[in-house]
């Protein structure tokens, strides 16, 4: 039982009502007190005070999220901050006033204090108008601090599931089959061509390289990524020959363009394992610029079985503009599948 009530007391809700009901009548007490020190203190008007402090800080901090909405702390601060004072200023002493008029009409007393009317109203005025201030200030600071913190969780996080999705790209550029592939190319060149085949170990290295180096990296140019892909398109030329072809047709101030890496190989690789290849229907690939867009685009030939690792790739591509750059991407898939990379500056 002990350890219950341990845990419901740092429950956040209890926590911030328990805050408002002791900031709130201990606030009560200390302006009565205050306006009237040099008189008679009845210890009912006293705790009439503290009642009257509580429902003023629950007013005050409900009505918040309202004077938020309207003036955004982000926006415009300055401007929060001043009606955020001038609002609760004014409904403290609507309340306050309001209460010591409702009190002296029930009891038929001419006034809640001993001193005179004017001089008491004047100072509760002034206090809540202070009060009102320091309030509003404390609060900018722990609105701020909050806002803060919570952005550095969230950047924790697109950073965390960024850093996944790159790893995820990753796995699939490293994948057995694709190895098992190229050594078995490897192993047939090293008995025809020796040139060819160190060509090809120089791609292999450059293709892995590359990967290893630039999975953490959100952004690169398309430039660093089309000389990846060209490397990736010496293996496949290499294994498939005239069966396989990729045209890259890019304007000069294209390359120094951003995009997440190894986005436009996972399309030449998507595009190479879901259509099948032979002399008389050669696999194109085409890769164009239009509307400050990369449209990568191949006309379908027989579909290879077992597909789903294209919806996989496509969407790993997806998420990480999504998160990256808050963009999507367009597919079409027709006679022809084409799927349209925006450009991040």
């Given at each position: 039982?002990?350890?219950?009530?341990?845990?419901?007391?740092?429950?956040?809700?209890?926590?911030?009502?328990l805050s408002l009901v002791f900031v709130g009548f201990l606030l009560g007490i200390l302006v009565y007190g205050f306006v009237n020190f040099?008189?008679?203190?009845?210890?009912?008007?006293?705790?009439?005070?503290?009642?009257?402090?509580?429902?003023?800080?629950?007013?005050?901090?409900?009505?918040?999220?309202?004077?938020n909405a309207l003036i955004p702390w982000k926006k415009q601060p300055g401007q929060r901050l001043l009606i955020g004072i001038l609002i609760h200023g004014v409904i403290g002493q609507i309340l306050v006033f309001g209460m010591l008029w409702i009190y002296g009409q029930l009891l038929g007393a001419s006034s809640f204090f001993v001193m005179d009317t004017n001089d008491v109203l004047l100072k509760i005025g002034i206090l809540l108008?202070?009060?009102?201030?320091?309030?509003?200030?404390?609060?900018?600071?722990?609105?701020?601090?909050?806002?803060?913190?919570?952005?550095?969780?969230?950047?924790?996080?697109?950073?965390?599931?960024q850093i996944q999705l790159q790893l995820n790209a990753l796995k699939s550029q490293l994948s057995p089959h694709f190895l098992?592939?190229?050594?078995?190319?490897?192993s047939s060149l090293f008995q025809k061509d020796t040139q060819k085949a160190e060509s090809f170990i120089r791609s292999l290295a450059g293709s892995y390289e590359y990967v290893l180096n630039k999975y953490e990296s959100p952004l690169v140019t398309v430039a660093e990524e089309l000389s990846f892909v060209q490397a990736y398109y010496?293996?496949?030329?290499?294994?498939?020959?005239?069966?396989?072809?990729?045209?890259?047709?890019?304007?000069?101030?294209?390359?120094?363009?951003?995009?997440?890496?190894?986005?436009?190989?996972?399309?030449?690789e998507n595009a190479v394992k879901h259509n099948?290849?032979?002399?008389?229907?050669?696999?194109?690939?085409?890769?164009?610029?239009?509307?400050?867009?990369i449209k990568v685009?191949?006309?379908?030939?027989?579909?290879?079985?077992?597909?789903?690792?294209?919806k996989i790739g496509?969407?790993?591509?997806?998420?990480?503009?999504?998160?990256?750059?808050?963009?999507s991407i367009e597919i079409i898939d027709d006679r022809s599948f084409t799927v349209t990379l925006p450009l991040i500056s």
């Open positions: 039982m002990k350890w219950i009530s341990k845990d419901f007391l740092y429950q956040p809700t209890v926590r911030i009502h040099s008189g008679f203190q009845s210890t009912g008007e006293l705790v009439l005070s503290g009642l009257l402090g509580i429902f003023i800080s629950y007013i005050t901090h409900f009505s918040n999220p309202f004077i108008l202070c009060t009102a201030l320091i309030y509003n200030i404390i609060y900018f600071a722990f609105h701020s601090y909050h806002e803060y913190s919570k952005g550095q969780v969230m950047e924790a996080q697109l950073k965390r599931k098992f592939n190229s050594i078995n190319t490897l010496f293996l496949m030329k290499t294994r498939f020959g005239e069966q396989f072809r990729l045209d890259i047709r890019f304007p000069d101030y294209v390359l120094e363009s951003k995009i997440p890496p190894l986005t436009l190989q996972m399309l030449v099948v290849m032979n002399p008389s229907k050669p696999l194109e690939v085409k890769m164009t610029v239009i509307d400050e867009k685009s191949n006309i379908k030939t027989d579909k290879r079985p077992k597909t789903d690792s294209l496509l969407r790993n591509i997806a998420s990480r503009y999504e998160l990256l750059a808050n963009k």
